[in-house]
């Protein structure tokens, strides 16, 4: 039902910012919680950020906190990471993942039902 394109990524170098965007289709937004997740070269896939579904709510890894924010747009149906300070270390594929959920949302792979196909962003030194 619900389809997610991300955009936005990238190469910039390190302490510049991009900011990434999930265009979401085929389901009412509003009723999902919503977050980004990374994959890093030979890692496994890790939690970035979340937003529950009224956007009161966010959590973030300790390793982005005070330098990503996430949001969300109800008029476009868009997801937004805003990253800045960007570290080499931040290089991976970013996802987004949306999940019918009642609480304020979560920061494990298996709660969320729709999943993007992914974002680049290269940091360099």
């Known amino acids: 039902q619900v389809q997610l394109v991300e955009s936005g990524g990238g190469l910039v170098q390190a302490g510049g910012s991009l900011r990434l965007s999930c265009a979401a289709s085929?389901?009412?937004?509003?009723?999902?919680?919503m977050g980004w997740f990374r994959r890093a070269p030979g890692k496994e896939r890790e939690f970035v950020a979340r937003i529950n579904r009224n956007g009161g709510d966010r959590a973030y890894a300790d390793s982005v906190k005070g330098r990503f924010t996430i949001s969300r747009d109800w008029a476009q149906n868009t997801m937004y990471l805003q990253m800045d300070s960007l570290k080499p270390e931040d290089t991976a594929v970013y996802y987004c993942a949306a999940g019918m959920m009642y609480g304020l949302g979560s920061t494990v792979e298996s709660d969320y039902d729709y999943w993007g196909q992914g974002t680049q962003v290269t940091v360099s030194s």
């Open positions: 085929g389901g009412t937004f509003t009723t999902y919680a």
